[in-house]
């Protein structure tokens, strides 16, 4: 049976009467910790909800994704959206709740801001001056909601347009970023695989190829990890058993000849490494695929 995700005017309240507010505020510890931390799926069909995560770490849960929280973050969530939390004990941060109808961009409209405001989003605030100013403005909304002085309702207006607007900017930013970085990333892996296909025989270690291309290591090994799914050192050294199955395939070459054609000064050393990455000896490999092709 279908588990059935309840819907909540807030986290557990079923008040089933129109709210008379626009705005609810609250700090993410005192409601979290009620429900030991973590908040179950649920879904609010009239509010748009932002987090404010200033500290701590957890968890977001959006339908079946997870997505890690690292603070400082804004989390945003429109309505009718199935969500939940998990939430470490030191979680530090505001979670505000508006009546969707009173956006001046309604999530949805056509606009980049109906656009952001429509789907979740994971905001990282970094360095940038706009990060800066949406943590603490995000601290002035929450502060200037416990008040009661004079053009409150402006200036909550104010400070939460300011948010949104920047949130999607910063949002729009990082994913122009990511894009970039992405490219030249796999820009980078193929220039590795170019200086691969010319110096594997020359027996070069993955620090070698790191300082041709101009990065670290460690750099090196996390984009082809992240593009190739291998480490630097495990590409040289497919790329060696690669040249070393077609020689064993399409010449007559003995094992002692190729080995040393790929540049292996003692042919024992090869046929251990062979052995030691396909779990066959060079010639065991070489009869068994012959017999596979012939079949």
Known sequence: MKKTVPTYELYGERTGERPDFWLHCETIPSRSSLYHWEIGLHRHESFF???????????AVFGNAVHTIEPPMVITVP???????????????????ILASHLKTTPGER??????????????????????????????????WETNRS???DLLDAYLTSVLTLAARLDEASDSRDDTADSENEQRVQRFQALLQQHHRSH????????????SLTHLNRITRVIMGLSAHEMISRKLIGEARRELVFTRASVQEISFRLGFADPAYFSRFFLRQTGMTPRAWRMAERERLGA
């Open 111 to 144: 606009s980049r801001l109906g656009s952001f405001l429509a789907t979740p989003h994971l905001t990282r605030l970094d360095g940038r001056e706009d990060a800066a100013y949406v943590a603490a403005t995000l601290t002035r909304l929450a502060r200037e």
């Open 49 to 59: 909800q932002i987090l404010y995560i200033a500290g701590g770490s957890g968890d």
């Open 204 to 215: 070069w270690p993955a620090a070698a190829y790191a300082r041709e291309l101009g990065l």
């Open 79 to 97: 309505p009718g959206l199935s969500h939940g939390f998990r939430f470490s004990r030191d979680i530090d941060g505001f979670v505000f709740t």
């Open 151 to 153: 053009n409150r309702t």
